[in-house]
């Protein structure tokens, strides 16, 4: 399995409190994801990098911001928590070497925003 | 606009049959598509993949079926096991490599 650590696995927070998720991988791969999944939505992209500081939105950014200082940790951050953000998030990664476009995921935050 | 699309939320079957679940999709550019499977609480893994250049894809049990003329593939297990029971996505890469995800299908496998 792919060495893919998230952190926190839950978190209940409140409405306007700043939230910060840790995705931790110990690959080396270049390429790291925050997905969050919601029913009826499956998993839906909300930021991803490309490399040590080198980063881009995805479907879902807006109420969120990502920092990636090494190559091992992409930090994903909700300035302000709202209720609708209430969700699983899903960290993966890929070095996109082996099977084409084949992402591994990490075990998921489950965050709740009251 | 999803792009991809799994139209069945939900299926059931007996143990021993064929599983099939359907996904479909918008953007003709894609050229490549996956399949994750997701246990409860855990993070999605990888199951099957194909490639537009191909039709078919069989990895033991799993078999995934391209039909590019109508933007439809299908996943098929044979022979169905409880432990197979998850839900599973059918996903295509982007253009920075990331992934779009259909909303998933919750398969039950019955004992």
């Known amino acids: 399995d792919a060495g893919i650590t998230q952190s926190p696995r839950h978190k209940v927070t409140e409405t306007g409190t700043p939230v910060t998720l840790r995705c931790h991988q110990t690959e080396n791969h270049r390429y790291m994801y925050w997905y969050r999944q919601d029913p009826g939505h499956g998993l839906r992209l909300i930021h991803y990098s490309y490399g040590v500081k080198d980063t881009d939105k995805g479907e879902v950014s807006d109420g969120y911001s990502v920092s990636r200082s090494k190559t091992e940790d992409f930090l994903l951050t909700l300035e302000s928590a709202t209720s609708s953000q209430t969700s699983v998030y899903f960290c993966?990664?890929?070095?996109?070497?082996?099977?084409?476009?084949?992402?591994?995921f990490g075990p998921g935050t489950r965050l709740t925003v009251t | 606009d999803q792009q991809v699309k799994q139209n069945s939320p939900s299926l059931s079957v007996q143990e021993g049959r064929i599983s099939i679940l359907n996904c479909d999709y918008t953007n003709s550019m894609f050229d490549y598509f996956l399949w994750y499977k997701k246990y409860p609480a855990e993070g999605p893994t990888f199951l099957i993949s194909?490639?537009?250049?191909?039709d078919k894809n069989e990895d033991g049990r799993f078999t995934v079926f391209l039909n590019k003329s109508a933007k439809h593939l299908s996943l098929h297990i044979v022979p169905s096991q409880p432990g197979d029971s998850a839900v599973y996505f059918c996903?295509?890469?982007?253009?920075?490599?990331?992934?779009?995800f259909g909303s998933g299908t919750q398969l039950t496998v019955l004992p």
């Open positions: 996903a295509a890469p982007g253009s920075a490599r990331q992934l779009t």
């Open positions: 194909i490639s537009s250049i191909k």
């Open positions: 993966a990664i890929s070095d996109h070497k082996g099977r084409p476009y084949e992402q591994y």
